[in-house]
């Protein structure tokens, strides 16, 4: 009776695990922004983004909070905080999204250029958006980097007139996750 409890075991056991290992979540991802005016450039960055895919449906989803953004100068970071993106209010920037499950071989090691589609939320705004990135796998872990554009006036950001030759219309904003297995 144990011998067959024991082969009914291992299959399911065995499945459990590579169901296990076609997800991938991170904890301290890094995402920053920059913005390049005539009048100045301002940096924030952050490792506090969190995310999580799954290499089968091809699902992901990223969180950052938005007051994990250090700046160089502490009053940007309290100008953002209060003024532009509110984080009092509105604390998180979400994608969920997904991207084609069969561009990638998350089995083998290699480069994987992709698109991710699905929908963005800055300051309680959900855009739908395609950001092109890059997704290594390499030594049984999932790096994505991507690079994409954030137009402030598509999330309701108000940049005041004072200081709209500081501040840019639109974002450059710059991720790079390793991911785990789960």
Known sequence: MKILQ??????????AQS????KFICKDGFISFFSKTPAEDIEAKSSECSAAIDFVSGDMVFVVPIKSFKFERSLMEEH??????????????FF??????NAIDFKNDGNYRVIA???????NVTQEVSIPGNITIKNGKAIINAQFDVRCEDYKIKIPKLVMMK?????KVTLNNTLNPL
């Open 117 to 123: 589609k699905g929908k963005l939320t800055i300051h």
């Open 96 to 101: 969920k999204g997904n991207i084609d499950k």
């Open 80 to 93: 953002f905080n209060e003024n532009y993106l509110e984080s009092e209010k509105y604390p998180k920037a």
């Open 167 to 171: 501040i840019a219309e639109v974002i």
């Open 6 to 15: 024991l082969l009914l075991f291992v299959p399911v056991f065995l499945c």
């Open 19 to 22: 169901s296990k290992a076609q």
